[in-house]
T-cell receptor, first 119, second 114 residues
Framework: DTGVSQNPRHKITKRGQNVTFRCDPI?????LYWYRQTLGQGPEFLTY????????KSRLLSDRFSAERPKGSFSTLEIQRTEQGDSAMYLC?????????????????FGPGTRLTVT | RKEVEQDPGPFNVPEGATVAFNCTYS??????FFWYRQDCRKEPKLLMS???SGNEDGRFTAQLNRASQYISLLIRDSKLSDSATYLC???????????????FGKGTRLHILP
């Protein structure tokens, strides 16, 4: 157990519904990342936060996806009007990155993921 | 050339053998490199960072070749419990407060055979 938790662990929803996932990172970590992973692929970067600021969003993150980290602690990822192609494992990771430090502090620790199935 | 590329495998290796994985990257400005391990239907877990001078942790050795733009992972005396998917990770930008995204390879599957 890395200390990163995600809820729910599994979500089955019908096409067109909205879903929201939550990630609680390791408490002292200032960075939080969201990834999507499908079978046979590595995790694909979606977005990340430095404290409460969302610093980058992947082109994979369509307008139907939104992520927040309002107080710089937990984060939520919402998918609106879900499509079957959204079915995947959604992974959250956190890391501690200090200004001016080396890349070794970019080690990320992953949560168990939320498996989304859109029917 | 893909940003990060790995042999998908699977590698089927007898227990006790030595196995090596390579991972190539396209961005010469890449600065940070890692190997992660992922068990079936589980989250990725950090195995080791890869330093310019190379590093070793027990049976595992990681190397970085900047000239040829690849990193490698060597597992000696492989165990059944080493069966997993091994993911290489590359951070493109210089380590800085505002970093570029981190890129995962697709992973190489390893099966250790008894």
């Amino acid at each position: 157990d890395t200390g990163v938790s995600q809820n729910p662990r599994h979500k089955i929803t019908k096409r067109g519904q909205n879903v929201t996932f939550r990630c609680d990172p390791i408490s002292e970590h200032n960075r939080l990342y969201w990834y999507r992973q499908t079978l046979g692929q590595g995790p694909e970067f979606l977005t990340y936060f430095q404290n409460e600021a969302q610093l980058e969003k992947s082109r994979l993150l369509s307008d139907r996806f939104s992520a927040e980290r309002p107080k710089g602690s937990f984060s939520t990822l919402e998918i609106q009007r879900t499509e079957q192609g959204d079915s995947a494992m959604y992974l959250c990771a956190s890391s501690l990155v200090l200004r001016g430090t080396s890349g070794s502090l970019h080690e990320q620790y992953f949560g168990p993921g939320t498996r989304l199935t859109v029917t | 050339r893909k940003e990060v590329e790995q042999d998908p495998g699977p590698f089927n290796v007898p227990e006790g053998a030595t196995v090596a994985f390579n991972c190539t990257y396209s961005n010469s400005a890449s600065q940070s490199f890692f190997w992660y391990r992922q068990d079936c239907r589980k989250e990725p877990k950090l195995l080791m960072s890869v330093y310019s001078s190379g590093n070793e942790d027990g049976r595992f050795t990681a190397q970085l070749n900047r000239a040829s733009q690849y990193i490698s992972l060597l597992i000696r005396d492989s165990k059944l419990s080493d069966s997993a998917t091994y993911l290489c990770v590359v951070t493109p930008a210089r380590p800085s407060y505002r970093d570029d995204k981190i890129i995962f390879g697709k992973g190489t599957r390893l099966h250790i055979l008894p």
